[in-house]
């Protein structure tokens, strides 16, 4: 992911540096700031500067000068460059920034889950607290429309509001499971939340099952 974000830098500065001497804020045949100079202005690594000069000088943008720096060639290239790479670029950038929410989200997903796993468990020595944790047991009908999909999958804190913090599945209970644990037949649901929330996932959990025959019998 590193990687991504650093390629994703010199790239959106290139882009800025063209966009700068298409509109003649840098004119031609004028001199660039160099390196270490840009690299405190965009607060990156000389060698990041670096790679981006090259982009730019290998679309004749800029013409790279040892021990001198950069001068600006043509506006013209720059106006080239941008149309060419410009939304490329943005894509790039949204893509490194969508996978470090993403790497977030997954954090917070598991400190969570570890927080409410340490108060369930916390309650077997605490017994006499005065206001026990709030929780509900919801059976997994045996025909119920969720059976073999994830938690995940059904949305279930998005659905009800409820956060499961264990399933019982016969003698064994998992703890604080994850979004990819899956349900399965005769599975009790340990959630925590208002009763609301523990209607609402009974409902979500039997939904679509299928209707009593006439006379009220069951379906075989």
């Known amino acids: 992911m590193s990687r991504t974000v650093k390629a994703a830098q010199y790239l959106q500065i290139a882009l800025d540096i063209a966009t700068r001497i298409a509109r003649g804020e840098l004119a031609e045949g004028s001199r660039i ?5 840009m690299s405190s202005e965009y607060s990156v690594s000389p060698e990041t500067i670096r790679r ?9 943008v800029v013409e790279v000068k040892p021990q001198s720096g950069a001068v600006v060639l043509s506006a013209d290239s720059a106006r080239r460059y941008i149309e060419r790479f410009g939304a490329s670029v943005n894509t790039q950038a949204l893509q490194a920034r969508i996978q470090q929410l993403l790497a977030q989200n997954a954090q917070t997903s598991r400190e969570l889950a570890d927080a409410v796993g340490a108060l369930v468990r916390s309650r077997e020595t605490f017994t006499a607290a005065a206001e026990p944790l709030p929780n509900y047991e919801v059976p997994v009908p045996p025909k119920s ?3 073999g999909k994830s938690i995940g999958a059904i949305k279930f804190w998005q659905s ?12 064994t209970v998992i703890l604080s499971p994850g979004p ?4 399965y037949a005769g599975d009790v649901v340990v959630l925590v939340g208002s009763p609301a929330a523990a209607q609402a996932a009974r409902h979500l959990l039997m939904e679509q ?5 006439a006379g009220g019998a069951a379906t075989p």
Not at 52 to 60: G, Q, S, W
Not at 160 to 171: E, H, K, L, N, Y
């Open 145 to 147: 429309p969720l059976i």
């Open 209 to 213: 099952l299928p209707a009593p025959a």
């Open 33 to 37: 700031y160099g390196r270490s100079v």
């Open 160 to 171: 009800t509001g409820g956060t499961i913090v264990a399933i019982r599945r016969g003698q």
């Open 180 to 183: 990819y644990a899956e349900l």
């Open 52 to 60: 981006a000069l090259r982009l730019l000088a290998d679309m004749k």
